[in-house]
């Protein structure tokens, strides 16, 4: 079987049991690989937690008009209609491919063994990318976004965007040709996987538009698609990547299982790209091809299980490390979301669910699932990681870091659960065809507000991790060395 | 190398399938979707969907105030849900419905119901407080524009917010212009001003009232027992 035989030996990720001298040796190593490195993962990081407050600005802005519609609608620039695509532009393709660009690079550069020449390249990709998405938010604000839901950033920007790109998957693919690692950890798969994708994806959409020939629900289609590569396949396997680096690493012990790793990769590489059309369940398309994506995301199932399972069971026995290291609590935490995003995605798929969920706020609570609970949590617990090891000193505070941890975790999770609660609730009056359209949206009030207040933890959380990122750029923190905890392991806390 | 081999091989293929499955086959199966055709006198005529190009205007700021964030332009039939009970629509729309459209605005949430047939005259009236002095039997234009400048004194719950940037306040002249607000209340202007629609509200609300799929289709069963379309 093919995805046996691909299966990697367990050298990569596998604590050193070699001679101090050895040790040493890979000590050094890897510190030339990071110092290499430091240079365009910390501009990637640092750009994508700008990205992130002024998505956090905007996520607030939105949601306080749900509850509120009358604020800020004077002004056009922050009518509800473009704070909420810029909100999604800057949180998708700001804080989230930035940060997932960064560590990849990190990754890369780490598990292959390579130390990166001409950082300068990596840094003109970002720039290009942010110079094209504020190009792109602007022109949403200015009302001259494309119209097109989950592509709204018009051409002539998004071009920036992907020459950008291409220098960054350019690089990812060099260091992969140069690696001195081999074979390739599974996390250098996923990575490699997301790298590929979504130039194509995001470069046929927007191609798509710009072509006359292409008119109706084809468009609709495409954009869906596009949307769901994005998130799905994209972040999805940069995310699964780190997580299979980050866990192992931490708790210093190999992944439990390389044939499910390997399973869950061919099953995601497989069945991801082909459940975009959930995105129109209903609509009006041919009906096997939302029969074809029901059919994808139900077989997805696979990897879900076989990556949560062999990340849990990695875990097994170490979980009180959540009690310890930043790193791993947002890690597990992510993890988690993953495996809870993947099913409640699987159920929301089917079509006596999706009849009632569909056009509710419970499609942005499964967003922010993936987006935020998954692949964020995941990602800060990788800046948690990584940033010691890129300035030279460890974080200052390990009260920031928990305080980021309530925030994103409580504040994101009570945000979640109040849109899926609203979605439901609002999708289950609507199947009472005699109830007034208007009062069951305005009876969801009460999940607004609410949303609004975990906005407010979120916010907090994203203000008090940017500043502590900040004091780290500026060197000021824990001398280098032990990393900052929690807790001192050993002590458990109950 | 040979596991490189794989792995690429694995990818690329991967992308090509979902490429293929999701792009390619229903371009190939949709996008030449003809408009519906009967027969006039022994010609063949194409009867719907017609092409519309007086609401292009309309339209564009539809999508640029991002209209569709909060409203759909699609009706599911009676196994996905209550539109067609609720009247937003007497059938279901399928993909001939959007033939003429670049990008439709099929739109993925509803914090406002469903406009795919906004402009027809079957399109159902939410009989919920609406406006004391303004109760029209259809939605016409001036319904339209008041509901954009005020839209909670027509819906009393509605979550939509007012646009009145794209109105303008301007003092009355010799008479009150034709298309001039009727507001009262706390929404109207200072005595000897009048509130007026941009050309902007004006081209929104035309694209508004052109909104109607209503239109039997010969592939939507039960839509038009009556209409022998081939």
Redesign the interface.
């Known amino acids: 079987m093919?995805a046996a035989?691909?299966a990697p030996t367990p050298t990569t990720a596998a604590p050193a049991p070699a001679a101090p001298s050895a040790a040493q040796v890979q000590a050094a190593e890897r510190a030339a690989i990071d110092a290499a490195a430091s240079g365009p993962v910390l501009f990637f990081l640092g750009n994508a937690i700008l990205w992130l407050l002024l998505a956090t600005v905007l996520g607030f802005i939105s949601s306080v008009?749900?509850h509120s519609?009358?604020f800020l609608?004077?002004?056009?620039i922050f009518?509800?209609?473009?704070i909420?695509?810029a909100y999604n532009n800057a949180l998708g393709y700001g804080w989230a491919a930035l940060s997932g660009m960064g560590v990849a690079i990190w990754l890369l550069a780490r598990l292959c063994r390579v130390q990166i020449k001409w950082p300068g390249v990596l840094v003109t990709g970002a720039i290009f990318w942010q110079v094209g998405l504020t190009l792109g938010i602007v022109q949403i604000l200015g009302?001259?976004?494309?119209?097109?839901?989950g592509l709204e950033i018009p051409g002539s920007a998004a071009v920036l965007m992907l020459i950008g790109y291409m220098l960054v998957g350019l690089w990812g693919a060099l260091i992969f040709g140069y690696r001195r690692q081999?074979?390739?950890y599974i996390s250098v798969?996923y990575l490699?996987?997301a790298l590929?994708?979504f130039p194509?994806?995001f470069g046929?959409a927007h191609l798509?538009?710009a072509l006359?020939?292409?008119?109706?629900?084809?468009?609709?289609?495409?954009?869906a698609?596009a949307a769901q590569?994005f998130l799905h396949v994209f972040l999805t396997a940069i995310g699964l990547a780190t997580a299979y680096y980050l866990i192992p690493k931490v708790i210093d012990r190999p992944v439990h299982s390389y044939h499910l790793a390997s399973t869950g990769f061919?099953a995601f590489?497989?069945f991801a790209?082909?459940t975009?059309?959930v995105?129109?369940s209903?609509?009006?398309?041919?009906a096997w091809?939302v029969t074809?994506?029901i059919a994808a995301t139900i077989l997805l199932i696979v990897q879900i299980v076989t990556v949560s399972a062999n990340l849990l069971l990695t875990m097994d026995g170490q979980y009180h490390m959540v009690y310890h290291s930043p790193t791993i609590r947002f890690t597990v935490f992510g993890a988690i979301a993953f495996t809870i995003a993947g099913v409640v995605g699987l159920l929301a798929s089917l079509?006596s669910v999706d009849?009632?969920l569909?056009?509710?706020?419970f499609?942005?609570a499964q967003t922010h699932m993936l987006l935020y609970a998954f692949f964020s949590m995941v990602m800060f617990g990788a800046i948690y990681y990584i940033l010691p090891r890129l300035v030279g000193c460890e974080w200052l505070s390990s009260t920031m870091i928990t305080w980021h941890f309530y925030g994103a975790a409580y504040g994101g999770g009570m945000l979640i659960i109040l849109l899926a609660i609203s979605g439901i609730a609002s999708g289950s009056a609507?199947?009472?065809?005699?109830a007034?359209?208007?009062?069951i949206?305005?009876d969801g009030q009460v999940y607004y507000l609410g949303a609004t207040l975990a906005w407010v933890l979120i916010a907090l959380g994203h203000a008090i991790f940017a500043f502590h990122f900040l004091l780290m750029l500026f060197r000021i923190g824990q001398p280098g060395g032990e990393p900052t905890l929690f807790a001192p392991i050993g002590e458990e806390k109950h | 190398m040979n596991r490189s081999l794989n792995l690429f091989a694995g990818i690329i293929g991967s992308f090509a399938l979902s490429c293929y499955a999701l792009v390619l086959l229903p371009k190939s199966q949709l996008g030449t979707l003809p408009p519906q055709t009967a027969e006039d006198e022994g010609k063949i005529v194409d009867i719907y969907p017609v092409k519309n190009v007086g609401v292009e205007a309309g339209r564009a700021v539809y999508k640029a105030e991002g209209c569709f964030y909060c409203h759909s332009q699609q009706i599911r039939d009676e196994q996905n849900g209550t539109d067609l009970e609720r009247g937003w629509g007497v059938r279901r729309t399928v993909a001939r419905d959007y033939i003429f459209e670049k990008a439709p605005v099929l739109g993925s949430m509803r914090l406002g119901p469903d406009l795919a047939n906004v402009g027809s005259p079957k399109w159902r009236n939410e009989q919920v407080e609406e406006h004391p002095k303004y109760k029209p039997a259809r939605r016409d234009a001036a319904w339209h524009l008041l509901h954009l400048y005020a839209p909670r004194t027509i819906i009393k719950d509605s979550n939509m917010p007012p646009y009145r940037y794209l109105f303008k306040t301007v003092k009355i002249g010799q008479a009150p212009a034709d298309d001039a607000l009727a507001l009262t209340g706390p929404d109207a202007p200072k005595a000897g001003y009048q509130v007026v629609p941009t050309e902007r509200a004006k081209q929104l609300v035309a694209y508004l009232m052109s909104l109607d799929r209503s239109h039997p289709l010969k592939e939507v069963k039960g839509s038009a027992p009556e209409v022998a379309a081939k």
């Not at chain 1, 007034?436 to 009062?439: E, L």
């Open positions: 093919t035989a691909l008009q749900l519609p009358g609608a004077h002004c056009p009518t509800y209609g473009r909420l695509p009302g001259k976004s494309t119209g097109v839901e081999a074979p390739a798969w490699v996987a590929f994708w194509w994806s046929l798509s538009l006359p020939s292409v008119t109706g629900v084809v468009q609709s289609l495409i954009a698609w590569n061919w590489i497989l790209g082909l975009g059309a995105r129109l209903g609509g009006p398309l041919p091809l074809l994506s079509r009849r009632v569909h056009f509710t706020l499609q942005s609507l199947a009472d065809g005699e007034i359209f208007s009062q949206i305005t």
